[in-house]
């Protein structure tokens, strides 16, 4: 899970309303090219985001042997008109599209769509099937809103009607305005905050009581969720330290009253990929969530990953079949696809 993808080109600006930051490849020496959004260099990425044999050997090398693949999150542009978004969103899907037909053993695909049109993302659905693609990837807010706005729920009910899945990476943090420091807070402090919030929307908005069965995975290991998911269980039922709730103590109030479901079981229904950087963390993660819902998350091409992948999964003191099923079978499960047979 979490492997991110760039096509070597692009094509002209559909209109001039989307031009300021419709992207281009800058390729300035073999191999290697810079993503050129707004005039500037967003991100310099080697040829392990576009040739899949390149690819193949490098992540094999590391010891993965298959990829989710889904495209770098800048590439969502929410931010361009519907039109242009959607005819953006095609030729990534079938940039996607081309690397698992060029080597289905090694790749899964999620694609993208044009969030900033609930309605026309919605129509759109029915192609990434036909393309062979298994699901979508989403930003965790779209131009600031969370996920958990009621706009949103019939995009996901169709999600779940058509059995496609979303993985959901952090994007463009809503908090920005509060960060002190250096630059480049984004990453460290920006995104696992956006992200805690939207899981934390799709819960208190009632969406995911109305969608039982879509599959949603989050990157980053659903960032601040999983800590402060204890707080938001206790909102909803009085425990404390898993112990029964005092009787003396007033009874729930608006979150129990909107919710006919734990926030726990909610979570427990989600996945998260194991990209947290510490044992310990990683550790606690699988205590709130259920081993069951986990997924080895890498990040590949882009941030230092650890070699070999998974080195601190297995320093985590799970058990052998735990860590199988981190490894492959929850993925599996997350894409709606069947564990192959002995």
């Not at 990453?187 to 995911?208: E, H, K, R, W």
Request: a neutral charge.
């Amino acid at each position: 899970m979490h492997a991110h993808v760039v096509p070597d080109r692009f094509p002209p600006a559909g209109t001039r309303a989307s031009a300021a930051r419709w992207p281009s490849m800058d390729h300035f020496e073999p191999g290697r090219a810079k993503v050129m959004i707004a005039g500037e260099n967003f991100r310099t990425v080697s040829e392990q985001c576009w040739n899949p044999t390149r690819r193949i050997t490098d992540f094999t090398r590391e010891g993965v042997d298959a990829q989710v693949i889904s495209p770098m999150p800048e590439l969502l542009s929410y931010w361009f008109t519907p039109e242009d978004g959607l005819a953006f969103a095609r030729l990534t899907n079938e940039f996607i599209a081309s690397l698992v037909q060029a080597s289905p053993r090694h790749f899964y695909g999620l694609g993208m769509l044009p969030l900033q049109d609930v309605d026309l993302a919605a129509k759109e659905l029915g192609s990434l099937r036909q393309m062979g693609l298994l699901g979508i990837e989403l930003g965790s807010n779209i131009l600031g809103a969370s996920l958990g706005e009621p706009r949103l729920l019939p995009f996901f009910q169709e999600v779940e009607r058509q059995g496609l899945a979303i993985f959901v990476h952090a994007l463009h943090p809503t908090t920005k305005d509060r960060f002190v420091g250096p630059p480049g807070l984004d990453n460290p402090v920006g995104f696992p905050t956006d992200t805690g919030l939207t899981i934390a929307s799709l819960i208190t908005s009632g969406t995911l009581e109305q969608v039982p069965s879509l599959r949603m995975a989050f990157s980053h290991g659903g960032g601040t969720f999983p800590f402060f998911l204890p707080r938001l269980e206790h909102a909803w039922s009085g425990t404390w330290n898993g112990e029964p709730p005092d009787p003396s103590q007033p009874s729930r109030g608006a979150v129990r009253q909107a919710l006919p479901r734990s926030p726990t079981a909610y979570a427990r229904k989600l996945y998260y990929d194991t990209l947290l950087f510490d044992r310990r963390a990683i550790r606690y993660l699988c205590d709130m969530v259920g081993t069951s819902q986990v997924l080895v998350g890498t990040d590949f091409p882009f941030v230092p990953r650890e070699r070999p992948v998974g080195k601190t999964l297995r320093s985590v003191g799970l058990s052998d079949d735990e860590l199988e099923a981190i490894a492959w079978r929850n993925c599996l499960r997350f894409l709606g696809l069947d564990a192959p047979t002995a």
